[in-house]
């Protein structure tokens, strides 16, 4: 099973969190199952604190924007506005379409010295 964010009017912010079974349906919070095809995705992280972003450290992105390899990582933030869910729209500005991807990870609680939840 895996955790699977799925958006619920009665859940504290609108967003709960159930389980995903291997048969494609959603554990739910308040118990029950349905399709995951019927619940409309969340964000994993809903309402980030900070998210702080690493770029320009490969090649191909620096040689397209003509610019010297840095000697370290640059570091930059991004809003909490910028977290959609899976399959959610993309609003880009025509002038702006820059294609990027992100991992994300997130550290919390059950996270913040290296420690394993549980």
Do not use: W
């Not at 959609?84 to 992100?102: C, L, W």
Request: net charge negative; charged share 25%; proline share 9%.
């Amino acid at each position: 099973m895996r955790r699977y964010s799925y958006r619920d009017a009665a859940a504290p912010g609108g967003v709960a969190t159930g389980q995903l079974l291997d048969d494609g349906s959603v554990l739910l919070a308040h118990g029950g199952t349905r399709p995951q095809a019927e619940l409309s995705p969340a964000p994993a992280t809903p309402r980030p604190g900070k998210i702080v972003c690493v770029g320009l450290n490969y090649r191909d992105h620096c040689d397209e924007q003509g610019i010297p390899y840095p000697d370290r990582p640059m570091l930059f933030a991004k809003f909490a506005n910028a977290v959609i869910a899976d399959g959610e729209p993309k609003e880009v500005r025509e002038d702006q379409a820059v294609i990027d991807a992100y991992l994300g990870g997130a550290s919390g609680a059950n996270g913040n010295r290296g420690e394993a939840p549980g």
